[in-house]
């Protein structure tokens, strides 16, 4: 029996999934002691009770893929707001420098993937999809690079593209966090103090002034809809939150430099965290468990290996190329989770170092952008090696 949700179930499906990983964290003693989030220890729980009754009862869940949408939009949009439109310029190098070294790790990621799937006597195909088509959560992307290159039999590759997510997301969501901790610790790395780009203020957020900031955050997010809207009309296909977030941004500059509307920052981050929670809950409870037990045992091998050596690979090429800073400590641990699993990994392992180790809004906007950019190429790199096997 399958049982479809609707927005508002799988809103609250997640609200209480939420609370199901705070209860386990603070519940089992080496949970608590684990730089892990709650959102992502609820959400691999949760999957558990689901494949569960899957396979005890028969019973699946279905979910509002909108929700994803909307918490995530909601959060970008809601961190923009404490950037002025300067501060892109400021940040372009990083940027650039961020894009090079992830198209570097696409490259080198498909090429361990094929080479171990080599040593463990893997097919060439089976193991060519736990390098980065597993970042494609649909079967169309995967369809359409097959196709380009006349390769059948896409619906075991979408198999084996799942089964390897599934294994790279739970390895990741298990040490991300904690190797960047370590990293962060070790070398005694801190958030650089605010620029007087950043208009920030540093007071508590009031529950009176909610309002007024989930206003401005749906104009944002309304106007950035609208602008999706007419580029894809021009055929031009840009996500919501690539539009929503520059006009947060010049929502703050007109703030700041010419009128007198206050934006409600310090509600708006509140706004902004519930929605990244909402967001990586929802995808960690998506996950299914079920397609781990698809994969052979040297596919499994193949998997945590990848893992390992993308590890090793993303945390010292994006640490050295950015700087060694404590924003290139950052921009590492998201671009693993990207890497090996999806963005929804990668932010929740930002979050928790954030709130460990000080903020860094810069990251979570540069996260974004980059997630989009390794998307988007990835069309490109996955034809490439198609075509070489």
């Not at 929700?67 to 400021?90: C, G, K, P, Q, V």
């Not at 097959?146 to 294994?167: H, K, N, Q, R, S």
Request: hydrophobic share 50%.
């Amino acid at each position: 029996m399958h049982i479809e949700l609707n927005l508002l179930e799988s809103a609250a499906l997640v609200v209480a999934v939420l609370y199901l990983g705070v209860l386990l964290k603070q519940g089992i003693k080496p949970l608590s002691g684990l730089c892990v989030p709650s959102p992502l220890i609820g959400g691999i729980a949760f999957s558990v009770l689901a494949l569960a009754l899957d396979k005890g009862a028969g019973i699946t869940l279905g979910h509002d893929m909108d929700l994803y949408e909307i918490t995530f939009t909601a959060f970008l949009t809601a961190i923009s707001f404490e950037l002025d439109i300067r501060a892109l310029w400021r940040h372009a190098r990083f940027v650039l420098l961020t894009l090079a070294a992830i198209l570097v790790l696409m490259l080198t990621e498909n090429t361990v993937s094929l080479g171990l799937g080599a040593l463990l006597g893997v097919e060439p195909l089976e193991a060519l999809m736990s390098g980065t088509a597993k970042m494609f959560w649909e079967e169309e992307p995967i369809r359409f690079c097959m196709d380009a290159v006349g390769i059948p039999g896409v619906e075991g590759a979408m198999d084996d593209a799942t089964g390897y997510f599934t294994l790279c997301f739970i390895a990741c969501t298990l040490i991300c966090a904690p190797l960047g901790h370590r990293i962060i610790s070790k070398a005694g790395l801190r958030p650089l103090p605010p620029s007087k780009d950043d208009t920030w203020e540093s007071r508590p957020a009031d529950i009176a002034r909610l309002p007024i900031a989930t206003f401005q955050l749906l104009v944002a997010m309304g106007i950035g809809s609208a602008l999706s809207d007419l580029l894809s009309s021009l055929g031009a296909w840009v996500p919501g939150f690539l539009c929503a977030m520059p006009v947060a941004m010049a929502m703050n500059h007109l703030n700041t430099h010419g009128t007198k509307t206050r934006i409600c920052h310090p509600e708006l981050d509140y706004i902004g965290t519930l929605g990244l929670s909402l967001f990586i809950g929802a995808c960690a409870m998506s996950i299914d468990l079920g397609t781990i037990l698809d994969l052979t045992p040297a596919m499994v091998l193949l998997g945590l290996v990848q893992v390992a050596c993308m590890a090793a690979l993303t945390m010292g090429l994006m640490h050295w190329a950015l700087g060694r800073s404590y924003e290139s400590a950052i921009m590492g641990t998201g671009t693993l989770g990207i890497m090996c699993s999806d963005i929804s990994c990668g932010l929740a392992s930002m979050m928790m170092l954030n709130r460990i180790h000080g903020g860094s809004v810069n990251a979570y906007l540069m996260l974004a952008i980059c997630s989009c950019f390794a998307v988007a190429s990835n069309y490109l790199v996955l034809r490439l090696f198609l075509y070489l096997i």
